[in-house]
């Protein structure tokens, strides 16, 4: 209920800024500046047709499907370079150095490679979002108290059963934390991608608008990718954090 008022007192001063700067003062154009009415207008609009969620699920279906093959290559990478003093020596400061790269310098080599489609799209967050979570894994390994390692080692357990029954249980709420933060990256890596090529999506759509000098659908689209990119982290997300750290009396 909070939150419902809160973003009900937002959206009222953000109508009332609107109606101060453009209305009353004259400070801004109108076209340079969303409105709240408008934005709402370019919803039931882009709704009645089938537009947004169309944009949306196609969307939704791309970051998805990048950020899985994302995980295994990420999981993969980072797990060698913990596992090979060698790989966490040379290879990591590689992988940091990559992970800075923002996701859009890598959309000139998706369309030369994969051209206009939807594997171009897939390849930007792939490798918007695999890096980062490899780092995520290394780290989370890292991390884990010495005693575990060593009570396991004692008792002679292979390899194998390290890293299924002590390493993956005892590093797994900091895991949850790098795969959410690596879907936040597969996210944006996505829009950048999209915004590139000509395939229906958000990323489109919002270039559509920009393309109209619509700034409320510009403006509608951004509130649909941070709500899109909320709800994920709600429903999913955090009710996997919640019920590792309740299992083990964290929460």
């Given at each position: 209920m909070?939150?419902?008022?809160?973003l009900?007192?937002?959206?009222?001063?953000?109508?009332?800024?609107?109606?101060?700067?453009?209305?009353?003062?004259?400070?801004w154009k109108?076209?340079?500046?969303p409105?709240?009415?408008?934005?709402?207008?370019r919803f039931?609009?882009?709704?009645?047709?089938?537009?947004l969620?169309?944009a949306?699920?196609?969307?939704?279906m791309?970051?998805?499907?990048?950020?899985?093959?994302?995980?295994v290559?990420g999981?993969?990478?980072?797990?060698?370079?913990?596992?090979?003093n060698?790989?966490?020596?040379?290879?990591?400061?590689?992988?940091?150095?990559?992970?800075?790269?923002?996701?859009?310098?890598?959309v000139?080599?998706s369309?030369?490679?994969?051209g206009?489609?939807?594997?171009?799209?897939?390849?930007?967050v792939?490798?918007?979002?695999?890096?980062s979570?490899s780092?995520?894994?290394?780290?989370?390994?890292?991390?884990?108290?010495?005693?575990?390692?060593?009570?396991?080692?004692?008792?002679?357990?292979t390899?194998?059963?390290?890293?299924?029954?002590?390493?993956?249980?005892?590093?797994?709420?900091?895991l949850?934390?790098?795969?959410?933060?690596?879907?936040?990256?597969?996210?944006?890596?996505?829009?950048?991608?999209?915004?590139?090529?000509?395939?229906?999506g958000?990323?489109?759509?919002?270039?559509?608008?920009?393309?109209?000098?619509?700034?409320n659908?510009?403006?509608?689209?951004?509130?649909?990718?941070?709500?899109?990119?909320?709800i994920?982290?709600?429903?999913?997300?955090?009710?996997?954090?919640?019920?590792?750290?309740?299992?083990?009396?964290?929460a």
């Amino acid at each position: 209920m909070g939150m419902i008022i809160f973003l009900v007192v937002l959206i009222l001063a953000w109508q009332g800024v609107y109606w101060l700067g453009v209305d009353l003062l004259e400070l801004w154009k109108p076209y340079a500046v969303p409105e709240p009415a408008g934005v709402a207008k370019r919803f039931i609009e882009l709704c009645s047709d089938g537009t947004l969620f169309q944009a949306t699920f196609n969307s939704l279906m791309r970051g998805i499907g990048g950020y899985v093959i994302a995980v295994v290559i990420g999981i993969l990478v980072g797990l060698l370079i913990n596992h090979f003093n060698y790989l966490q020596k040379n290879l990591k400061p590689v992988v940091l150095g990559i992970q800075t790269l923002p996701s859009v310098c890598w959309v000139p080599f998706s369309i030369l490679w994969f051209g206009l489609s939807t594997n171009a799209i897939l390849f930007v967050v792939i490798m918007g979002s695999a890096f980062s979570i490899s780092i995520s894994v290394d780290n989370a390994i890292k991390n884990i108290q010495p005693i575990y390692t060593k009570a396991a080692l004692t008792m002679g357990a292979t390899k194998k059963q390290m890293y299924i029954n002590v390493i993956f249980p005892a590093s797994l709420p900091e895991l949850v934390s790098g795969l959410k933060q690596g879907w936040s990256f597969a996210w944006r890596a996505l829009m950048a991608g999209e915004v590139m090529t000509t395939s229906i999506g958000l990323g489109q759509t919002l270039i559509m608008g920009r393309d109209l000098a619509d700034i409320n659908q510009v403006m509608l689209v951004m509130v649909v990718i941070v709500a899109v990119g909320i709800i994920i982290d709600k429903c999913i997300f955090s009710v996997i954090e919640k019920r590792i750290l309740k299992k083990r009396g964290l929460a």
